[in-house]
């Protein structure tokens, strides 16, 4: 059978690395990461856009599901725009703690010192706040739109907040992975169209001076891999 003419291949570029570089890398990588921890307290300090960008960019050369890219990074800056997300948030989470969490939920949540108060989405100097594109549209020949299927569109973008996150602890900031519920007025507040749905909101910037997190740990490698 004749190759279909859309597979367009070019040879693999791949930096083989020796034996004693692989471990190295691994264990450094393991140690960066491992000091990575999710902050609920910022300074109002300003990042460097240039920071932003190349970790966004990171993110989006991520794998996805038959190379869909189903992502938006919409980075939030404006005070106002800050201010009116923090509103919406914390008048959502108000309502979630005092009355749709169960209290299986709330008690999950007792180590980490959660609560409905959101200040560090006004402080933080800048939010990313990441979409799930459910499909793509596109205009066709006749001028109408058409919807472009995409596929594993939560795994695909999973993956790309975890490259975005990975890449702002590397280059030395502090991140949050918050999902205030339900979050349907990012949208409306972002102007974002009805393909694309909030995904996760990340705060970005640098710890407030007397920052504390809550003292947990992690499941060691015995608990969470099995080898065959
Ligand atoms: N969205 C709430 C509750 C919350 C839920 C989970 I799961 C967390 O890991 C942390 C918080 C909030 O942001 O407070």
């Known amino acids: 059978m ?4 859309r597979y367009r291949p070019t040879p693999l570029r ?52 038959a190379n869909r890219q ?3 990074f919409v980075v939030v800056r404006d005070p106002e725009v800050k201010r009116r997300i923090r509103e919406a948030a914390e008048a959502e989470e108000r309502e979630s703690y005092a009355h749709r969490m169960p209290d299986e939920w709330l008690d999950a949540l007792a180590p980490l010192g959660t609560d409905w108060h959101k200040p560090f989405l006004e402080i933080a100097p800048c939010l990313i706040v990441v979409f799930r594109i459910d499909y793509g549209v596109e205009a066709a020949p006749d001028g109408s739109e058409r919807h472009v299927k995409h596929y594993y569109v939560s795994e695909s973008v ?13 280059a030395g900031l502090a991140t949050l992975t918050h999902t205030p519920s339900p979050m349907g007025f990012l949208a409306d507040i972002l102007g974002r169209p009805k393909n694309e749905k909030p995904y996760l909101l990340i705060p970005v910037g640098y710890p407030a001076p007397d920052a504390e997190v809550p003292d947990i740990t992690k499941k060691t490698l015995g608990e969470v891999k099995i080898d065959i």
């Open 2 to 5: 004749a190759a279909d003419a």
């Open 14 to 65: 791949f930096d083989r690395l020796p034996p004693d570089e692989q471990r190295a890398r691994a264990r450094e990588f393991l140690a960066r990461m491992r000091t990575r921890r999710s902050v609920r307290q910022f300074s109002d300090e300003p990042v460097d856009p240039a920071v932003i960008d190349a970790a966004v960019a990171t993110a989006a050369s991520a794998p996805s599901g």
């Open 70 to 72: 189903p992502w938006r």
């Open 158 to 170: 999973g993956i790309a907040c975890g490259f975005l996150l990975a890449a702002l602890h590397y």
